[in-house]
């Protein structure tokens, strides 16, 4: 059964917030806030957990996984991306934006699209998860957890834990989040392709 913390949205508590972050540490899946409703994460490494989260959402094989990342400090270890690119993520983040990119070694082929060889990337605005990515100290393997058959991601922790209670190792109750999708960029090519138009404006995109 998962451990379920109530952290407050604003003012995240920084014991919980270890608590959650020790539990990724030793492997396991947690749920948690983002600008764009429920996410899934786990750390980068971790395959088993990975698996998990593939079973619960049955994700297949051309999915683009996301690192949740807290800045843009380390997006040259994961992601190909010029200096255009580069300008644009920095006026644009944080925010509800996934940005796909060509995925360099360092990110596990299991992670990456298995057609385009690609990864997500995205840097949250919403304090609990940057608190979560503050403390681990490393990007954070995620996808926003769309059950099958859904459209939106999940934004009541409670409905999520009478459904996932048994299958994840914790949940961070952050609030009641609006449904909405993130805006989902293409800019692993030389033109930017806009996706989805989901709460991000594109018009800097386009």
Do not use: W
Request: a negative charge; aromatic letters at 6%; hydrophobic letters at 40%.
């Amino acid at each position: 059964m998962s451990q379920f913390f109530y952290i407050h949205d604003e003012n995240p508590q920084a014991r919980l917030i270890s608590q959650a972050v020790a539990i990724l540490k030793k492997g396991g899946v947690i749920v948690y806030p983002t600008d764009s409703g429920y996410a899934l994460g786990c750390m980068i490494g971790e395959k088993d957990a990975m698996t998990r989260m593939v079973r619960i959402r049955k994700i297949e094989n051309d999915h683009n996984f996301s690192l949740m990342c807290r800045d843009l400090s380390e997006l040259a270890n994961f992601a190909k991306v010029d200096n255009q690119a580069y300008r644009l993520l920095k006026s644009s983040t944080p925010g509800p934006y996934t940005f796909i990119f060509k995925a360099t070694k360092e990110v596990p082929k299991r992670l990456q699209c298995e057609k385009k060889k690609t990864i997500g990337i995205r840097v949250p605005d919403n304090l609990i998860a940057q608190a979560l990515l503050t403390a681990l100290d490393a990007p954070m393997m995620s996808t926003s957890l769309v059950m099958p058959d859904e459209l939106f991601a999940e934004s009541d922790p409670e409905h999520i834990r009478d459904i996932l209670e048994h299958q994840v190792d914790a949940i961070v109750h952050g609030g009641y989040l609006p449904e909405k999708q993130t805006t989902v960029i293409d800019m692993s090519e030389d033109t930017i392709d806009v996706l989805r138009h989901g709460a991000g404006d594109t018009s800097a995109f386009e």
